[in-house]
């Protein structure tokens, strides 16, 4: 599994960017396009698809301020 690209889906589907994710990368900056609402959203969708969860201390700006640090954290959550 491509966990950037499983990443990059779920931030297009909640933001509905029309597939215009697919060319961010690790470098991209999300906190001009996430709200709280988009975030819990985010969460909640990527913790449906790949059966992990993201613990409630886990939920600062440092974790979602770039595609890279969510894909971080959700590898890291894949072990």
């Known amino acids: 599994m491509n966990v950037q690209q499983e990443v990059l889906r779920a931030v297009d589907e ?3 960017l029309g597939g215009r994710a697919a060319a961010f990368t690790r ?3 999300l906190g ?7 975030v819990v959203g985010l969460i909640t969708l990527i913790q449906e698809r790949l059966d992990i969860v993201i613990d409630d201390d886990e939920i600062v700006g440092d974790n979602f301020a ?14």
């Open 14 to 16: 909640v933001l509905s």
């Open 27 to 29: 470098d991209t900056s």
């Open 32 to 38: 001009t396009l996430l709200d709280s609402m988009a």
């Open 66 to 79: 770039t595609v890279g640090a969510l894909v971080d954290l959700v590898a890291s959550k894949l072990g």
